[in-house]
C-alpha cells in the first residue's frame, strides 16, 4: 500500500478499513467533494473477483468533537435508523467512535449510487423531488432514539449583523427566536437537508447522506434549512416553491410556523455569510459572497412579512 495511491490515508485507517471489510483487498482511494465539516474518502477494493467501493468519514475537526465527541456512533445509529425505516441511505459497515482503532472518530458506510445536482436555475423537478423526499423522513416518529434536536445558535448572544442592511430587522428576528417556538410534535429529522446531501440518478432522488446530526425534532427545522440553502443558491421565490411542495407531500401531518424558518435561519450565522464552499464543489457558479447577503437579507424580510400576518 502507499499513501499517494490512497489520497494520503494513514497505514492505521487503510488497516482498520480492511479488517472491517472482510474478504476485501484494497485497491486505491480518492477523496470526495462536496465535504466541509469532515474528511471523505472512496476506497476501492477487489471482493469476491469483483471491484467494490466503500466509503470513509473521518472526523478531523477537534472543536466539533469537544462539542460532540460520539459524532461517529451518531451518525452509526442513524443510518441504522434510516435502514430500518426504509430511507435510502447509505448501509453502516463499521465505526470507531473514540478514533482509537481508526485514528480518528471513524465511519465505514457503503457507497451509494448517484450523484449531487445543482441545476443553474430553479428546475420544478428538482424541487418535487427534494420536497418529497424530505416529506417521506418525517413520516418516522424514530420513537426511542436518543439523539434530540436543539439550536445551534443561542440568539439571545448574536451580535449585530454589520454586514447587513437591514440590521435592526436582524435583531428583532433575534428576539422572536430567544422568546421560544410553538409545541411540534418530534419527528425523525435529518438536520443537514440541502441540496448538498441529496443524491440524483436517472431524474429520481437516490439516496440522502450525511446523517451525522439526525435527531428527533420538529419538522420545520428541517424544511426551515433547506429553504435556508435554497434562498442563498436561488433566491426567496424558490425557497418559497419549495415549502409549497412540501407542505402538499407532507399533508395534514404537517403545520407551518414562520418560527421554525426564522430559528433555521439564525442558525446559520457564523460570521460574516459567504458562499458555502461545497456549492462551488458541487459546480454552483455565479454566487459571490455579497449576493448571498443580499439574499439572507431578502429572505429574512419576507420571513419578518409573514410573522406580521400570522
Given at each position: 500500500?502507499?499513501?499517494?495511491?490512497?489520497?494520503?490515508?494513514?497505514?492505521q485507517a487503510l488497516d482498520w478499513?480492511?479488517?472491517?471489510?472482510?474478504?476485501?483487498?484494497?485497491?486505491?482511494?480518492?477523496?470526495?467533494?462536496?465535504?466541509?465539516?469532515?474528511?471523505?474518502?472512496?476506497?476501492?477494493?477487489?471482493?469476491?473477483?469483483?471491484?467494490?467501493?466503500?466509503?470513509?468519514?473521518?472526523?478531523?475537526?477537534?472543536?466539533?468533537?469537544?462539542?460532540?465527541?460520539?459524532?461517529?456512533?451518531?451518525?452509526?445509529?442513524?443510518?441504522?435508523?434510516?435502514?430500518?425505516?426504509?430511507?435510502?441511505?447509505?448501509?453502516?459497515?463499521a465505526f470507531d467512535e473514540s478514533?482509537?482503532?481508526?485514528?480518528?472518530?471513524?465511519?465505514?458506510?457503503?457507497?451509494?449510487?448517484?450523484?449531487?445536482?445543482?441545476?443553474?436555475?430553479?428546475?420544478?423537478?428538482?424541487?418535487?423531488?427534494?420536497?418529497?423526499?424530505?416529506?417521506?423522513?418525517?413520516?418516522?416518529?424514530?420513537?426511542?432514539?436518543?439523539?434530540?434536536?436543539?439550536?445551534?445558535?443561542?440568539?439571545?448572544?448574536?451580535?449585530?449583523?454589520?454586514?447587513?442592511?437591514?440590521?435592526?430587522?436582524?435583531?428583532?428576528?433575534?428576539?422572536?427566536?430567544?422568546?421560544?417556538?410553538?409545541?411540534?410534535?418530534?419527528?425523525?429529522?435529518?438536520?443537514?437537508?440541502?441540496?448538498?446531501?441529496?443524491?440524483?440518478?436517472?431524474?429520481?432522488?437516490?439516496?440522502?447522506?450525511?446523517?451525522?446530526?439526525?435527531?428527533?425534532?420538529?419538522?420545520?427545522?428541517?424544511?426551515?434549512?433547506?429553504?435556508?440553502?435554497?434562498?442563498?443558491?436561488?433566491?426567496?421565490?424558490?425557497?418559497?416553491?419549495?415549502?409549497?411542495?412540501?407542505?402538499?407531500?407532507?399533508?395534514?401531518?404537517?403545520?407551518?410556523?414562520?418560527?421554525?424558518?426564522?430559528?433555521?435561519?439564525?442558525?446559520?450565522?457564523?460570521?460574516?455569510?459567504?458562499?458555502?464552499?461545497?456549492?462551488?464543489?458541487?459546480?454552483?457558479?455565479?454566487?459571490?459572497?455579497?449576493?448571498?447577503?443580499?439574499?439572507?437579507?431578502?429572505?429574512?424580510?419576507?420571513?419578518?412579512?409573514?410573522?406580521?400576518?400570522?
Amino acid at each position: 500500500m502507499t499513501a499517494n495511491v490512497f489520497g494520503g490515508l494513514s497505514r492505521q485507517a487503510l488497516d482498520w478499513v480492511e479488517s472491517n471489510w472482510q474478504g476485501a483487498v484494497l485497491e486505491y482511494a480518492k477523496p470526495l467533494e462536496g465535504g466541509t465539516s469532515s474528511l471523505l474518502y472512496e476506497i476501492f477494493a477487489t471482493k469476491d473477483g469483483k471491484q467494490h467501493s466503500v466509503v470513509l468519514r473521518l472526523h478531523h475537526k477537534g472543536e466539533w468533537l469537544d462539542q460532540e465527541p460520539d459524532l461517529a456512533k451518531h451518525e452509526a445509529m442513524s443510518l441504522e435508523l434510516a435502514a430500518a425505516a426504509g430511507i435510502p441511505a447509505p448501509l453502516i459497515v463499521a465505526f470507531d467512535e473514540s478514533g482509537t482503532a481508526c485514528g480518528m472518530p471513524a465511519v465505514l458506510m457503503t457507497k451509494v449510487s448517484g450523484s449531487v445536482i445543482l441545476p443553474p436555475a430553479n428546475d420544478r423537478a428538482w424541487l418535487d423531488g427534494l420536497a418529497k423526499t424530505l416529506a417521506n423522513i418525517h413520516r418516522h416518529e424514530a420513537s426511542g432514539f436518543p439523539y434530540e434536536y436543539f439550536a445551534y445558535n443561542d440568539a439571545r448572544r448574536l451580535e449585530r449583523p454589520k454586514w447587513s442592511r437591514v440590521e435592526g430587522d436582524w435583531m428583532r428576528a433575534f428576539y422572536i427566536v430567544a422568546a421560544g417556538g410553538p409545541p411540534a410534535d418530534y419527528r425523525l429529522i435529518h438536520r443537514d437537508y440541502h441540496p448538498g446531501n441529496v443524491l440524483w440518478e436517472d431524474g429520481q432522488v437516490s439516496a440522502v447522506v450525511d446523517w451525522a446530526n439526525a435527531c428527533r425534532g420538529p419538522a420545520g427545522v428541517d424544511v426551515g434549512h433547506c429553504r435556508v440553502n435554497l434562498a442563498q443558491l436561488y433566491g426567496t421565490r424558490v425557497a418559497n416553491e419549495f415549502l409549497l411542495a412540501y407542505e402538499y407531500y407532507a399533508g395534514p401531518s404537517f403545520t407551518y410556523d414562520p418560527y421554525w424558518d426564522l430559528l433555521s435561519l439564525v442558525d446559520t450565522l457564523d460570521g460574516s455569510p459567504a458562499v458555502y464552499p461545497g456549492w462551488q464543489a458541487f459546480g454552483m457558479s455565479g454566487l459571490s459572497d455579497e449576493l448571498v447577503r443580499f439574499r439572507l437579507d431578502e429572505y429574512l424580510m419576507s420571513l419578518m412579512e409573514r410573522f406580521d400576518d400570522f
